[in-house]
């Protein structure tokens, strides 16, 4: 059986991942980066179309 390249991780190693616990305040800030960056995305692809 070859390797293949996914993005799918297996439950048995979600342990490895480097996923950093970060305070309510900091998701915050991240979840409105996110939105922003969303926004403009949009605005973007809609002044392309």
Do not use: C, H, W, Y
């Not at 993005?7 to 342990?15: F, S």
């Not at 800030?29 to 995305?41: G, Q, R, T, Y």
Request: glycine share 4%.
């Amino acid at each position: 059986m070859g390797s293949e390249f996914t993005t799918a991780v297996a439950t048995a190693n979600l342990d490895l991942l480097p996923i950093k616990n970060i305070s309510k305040e900091e998701q915050i800030a991240l979840v409105k980066k996110a939105d922003l960056m969303l926004e403009l995305k949009r605005d973007l692809l809609g002044e392309i179309k």
